[in-house]
């Protein structure tokens, strides 16, 4: 065996057994020291890898891995707390600046009448004392009553202006229904005299404690209806 098959053999497989590469390594001082040497590289490396593995190894490595999926989620739902926190927070700073800002008087009322249809549709009849005492109740600086019967009050009950107390009532006009608002004075309130859309005429006014909104379909109900006010409101 020349020297170079000697020493391939000899690094690929130094505890070979085959008769001539044993012959071969017999025949110089040089090769068997060589070879001795690369067994010893042999032994070395294989006590290496004969480490001895701990008992709990799997348990730990399994905990390991749920702790640092544990710590994975904790981030991600921490993150989706904030977002959350974030949206609510600016929900509510949004609600309360449309709380706090100018209301058109007109508009609201306008969808209000859309909202509370079924109002159109009951007869309750209701005294004027009835609506006084709901009037009372509103808050206002000073108060708020009529005098005597303003025609016929259909339906009564309280509404919100944005944050404001009212009163919604439905009366009879000249010849339709007129819907009127009481909505207690306020800065921020915008009060167009007149406004309107496809279906409703919209007329407002202002009285010493209240906005007075009317609407209805006719402007000559509008008109009726506001002089009745004007006769029984103080």
């Given amino acids: 065996m020349d020297e170079l098959k000697f ?15 044993l012959d071969a390594a017999m025949k110089s001082v040089e090769r068997e020291a060589f070879l001795n040497d690369l067994k010893g590289l042999d032994n070395k490396i294989e006590r290496a890898l004969k480490v001895d593995v701990p008992d709990d190894l799997a348990a730990k490595l399994l905990l390991r891995q749920q702790l640092h ?18 949206v609510a927070f600016l929900a509510g700073m949004t609600f309360t600046l449309l709380r706090m ?36 109740s509103l808050g ?8 005597q019967q303003p025609g016929k009050v259909f339906y009564s009950t309280y509404c919100d202006f944005q944050g404001v107390q009212s009163l919604h009532l439905v009366m009879q006009g000249e ?7 009481i909505v207690p004075l306020e800065d921020r309130m915008v ?9 409703y005429q919209g007329m407002g006014f ?11 379909e006719q402007r000559q109900d509008l008109n009726y209806v506001k002089n009745e006010i004007k006769q029984t409101f103080i």
Avoid: C, W
Wanted: no cysteine; glycine share 6%.
């Fill in 140 to 147: 206002g600086k000073s108060e708020m009553r009529f005098t």
């Fill in 191 to 199: 009060l167009d005299k007149a406004f309107a859309d496809n279906k």
């Fill in 69 to 86: 999926h544990h710590q994975s989620q904790r981030r991600k739902t921490g993150f989706a707390f904030a977002l959350v926190a974030s």
């Fill in 7 to 21: 020493r391939r053999q000899a690094y690929s497989e130094p505890n070979s057994q085959d008769p001539d590469f």
């Fill in 101 to 136: 800002g100018p209301v058109d008087l007109g508009q609201h009322a306008l969808a209000h009448v859309y909202h509370e249809d079924k109002a159109l549709h009951i007869d309750q009849d209701v005294p004027f004392q009835d609506v006084n005492f709901q009037l009372a």
């Fill in 175 to 181: 010849q339709g229904k007129v819907t009127l608002f």
């Fill in 206 to 216: 202002e009285t010493d404690n209240a906005y007075m909104l009317l609407v209805g």
